[in-house]
């Protein structure tokens, strides 16, 4: 077996390729195209198995090499810096570093999203950078009018210039307002893209049954966990989901790391937002929030009610279930039985029938 370490960049890639013993075999920088890296690895005879370390340009190298019989592994940043520091960093000792690990099976490999999903996943990533620099237009406009104490929801739900601004501000607000423009039909073009595929989708629709889950944050999560079956037990997708803390533990001090990064961000965003809406919106819920609420803070209590949303997750993606209740009692807040939520894929609900708790 050759192992081949691909220290991957923009317009080039450095490849060092070992044998079972460990010997250099070859090395070389090649073009990132197609026709130079299939001509690397078909110069050396025998099988091969790849890694390369976690970025944003693995795709299309992926599904070159799988679909030459070529395995690759994608290589979890954070482990290969713990286990591989070097005081000398090159793209030479990178590439042999990620091919003896590999030999070694030492890589801990990172996740690699299904090919039917990624397309789907990366649209929706794109909608929440939308949404954020939408954001930041409307607080440009809040800005804008306290300096001139206007009043601001008038300002911004009228979509108004007011004329005792100085014109060099009124032009900010028009411009604000077309980027704003913009941006609202852009979102809704990309989540328009997705319902033909996604709408009918069983485990969409199950996720839309609980509480404070709507399209978006079901989209987010379906897409972004790309399979319960990833996750052996509930703790797992609650330490991917970033719903409990880290800990930082030294002899007798016992310490819990709030704000770790470890995990999928975009989960945490997500299930973070279901649980304020389900605190507002469903009576049980708040009640044991403020439970929550009288012996932690704010932040705290929020995290747990996500926990908890989580935890229903799992176990309705697992078990192919219909969402039951919260903490094993119904809730008395019933969603609403109209579009997109069609007929129970498990027990056949009808349209005008009474849904689950």
């Given at each position: 077996?050759?192992?081949?370490?691909?220290?991957?960049?923009?317009?080039?890639?450095?490849?060092?390729?070992?044998?079972?013993?460990?010997?250099?075999?070859?090395?070389s920088?090649?073009r990132n195209?197609?026709?130079?890296?299939?001509?690397?690895?078909?110069?050396?005879?025998?099988?091969?198995?790849t890694?390369v370390?976690?970025?944003?340009?693995?795709?299309?190298?992926?599904?070159?090499?799988?679909?030459n019989?070529?395995?690759?592994?994608?290589?979890?940043?954070?482990?290969?810096?713990?286990?591989?520091?070097?005081k000398?960093?090159?793209?030479?000792?990178?590439?042999?570093?990620?091919?003896?690990?590999?030999?070694?099976?030492?890589v801990t490999?990172?996740?690699?999203?299904?090919?039917?999903?990624?397309?789907?996943?990366?649209?929706?990533?794109?909608?929440?950078?939308?949404?954020?620099?939408?954001?930041?237009?409307?607080?440009?406009?809040?800005?804008?009018?306290?300096?001139?104490?206007?009043?601001t929801?008038?300002?911004?739900?009228?979509?108004?210039?007011?004329?005792?601004l100085p014109?060099?501000?009124?032009?900010?607000?028009?411009?604000l307002?077309?980027?704003?423009?913009?941006?609202?039909?852009?979102?809704?073009?990309?989540?328009?893209?997705?319902r033909?595929?996604?709408?009918?989708?069983?485990?969409?629709q199950r996720?839309?049954?609980?509480?404070?889950?709507?399209?978006?944050?079901?989209?987010?999560?379906y897409?972004?966990?790309?399979?319960?079956?990833?996750?052996?037990?509930?703790?797992?997708?609650?330490?991917?989901?970033?719903?409990?803390?880290?800990?930082?533990?030294?002899?007798?001090?016992?310490?819990?790391?709030?704000?770790n990064?470890?995990?999928?961000?975009?989960?945490?965003?997500?299930?973070?937002d279901?649980?304020?809406?389900?605190?507002?919106?469903?009576?049980?819920?708040r009640a044991?929030?403020?439970?929550?609420?009288?012996?932690?803070n704010?932040?705290?209590?929020?995290?747990?009610?996500?926990?908890?949303?989580?935890?229903?997750?799992?176990?309705?993606?697992?078990?192919?279930t219909?969402y039951?209740?919260?903490?094993?009692?119904p809730?008395?807040?019933?969603?609403?039985?109209?579009?997109?939520?069609?007929?129970?894929?498990?027990?056949?609900?009808?349209?005008?029938?009474?849904?689950?708790?």
């Open positions: 077996m050759n192992y081949s370490g691909i220290d991957l960049h923009k317009d080039n890639s450095f490849i060092t390729t070992i044998n079972d013993a460990g010997q250099l075999i070859r090395q920088r090649v195209n197609e026709v130079a890296i299939m001509q690397y690895f078909q110069s050396i005879d025998g099988p091969h198995r890694v370390e976690a970025t944003s340009g693995w795709y299309w190298l992926n599904d070159l090499l799988e679909a019989g070529i395995e690759m592994v994608l290589a979890h940043a954070k482990y290969i810096k713990a286990i591989a520091y070097a000398v960093k090159t793209d030479k000792v990178d590439s042999q570093t990620l091919a003896t690990l590999l030999r070694m099976n030492l490999p990172a996740h690699k999203i299904s090919q039917e999903l990624r397309g789907m996943r990366d649209v929706m990533r794109t909608r929440l950078r939308f949404v954020q620099k939408r954001t930041a237009c409307y607080n440009g406009v809040h800005r804008i009018a306290e300096k001139f104490n206007c009043d929801e008038i300002v911004v739900s009228e979509r108004t210039t007011p004329n005792q014109e060099y501000y009124r032009l900010q607000l028009r411009l307002y077309q980027q704003i423009d913009m941006l609202d039909q852009q979102i809704m073009e990309l989540e328009k893209s997705l033909n595929q996604l709408i009918p989708n069983e485990d969409i996720l839309l049954w609980i509480p404070a889950f709507g399209l978006i944050t079901a989209y987010t999560v897409l972004e966990i790309d399979g319960i079956e990833r996750f052996s037990s509930e703790r797992r997708l609650f330490s991917y989901c970033r719903v409990v803390p880290g800990a930082s533990n030294s002899n007798r001090s016992l310490r819990h790391k709030s704000g990064k470890d995990g999928n961000k975009y989960l945490k965003i997500a299930f973070t279901a649980a304020v809406h389900a605190t507002r919106y469903y009576p049980e819920i044991y929030y403020q439970k929550i609420l009288r012996r932690s704010q932040a705290i209590a929020r995290t747990v009610i996500a926990k908890e949303l989580c935890r229903i997750v799992f176990h309705i993606l697992t078990d192919k219909e039951k209740g919260f903490k094993g009692k809730i008395s807040r019933q969603k609403a039985l109209n579009w997109p939520r069609l007929a129970s894929p498990v027990f056949g609900l009808a349209r005008n029938s009474k849904p689950l708790g």
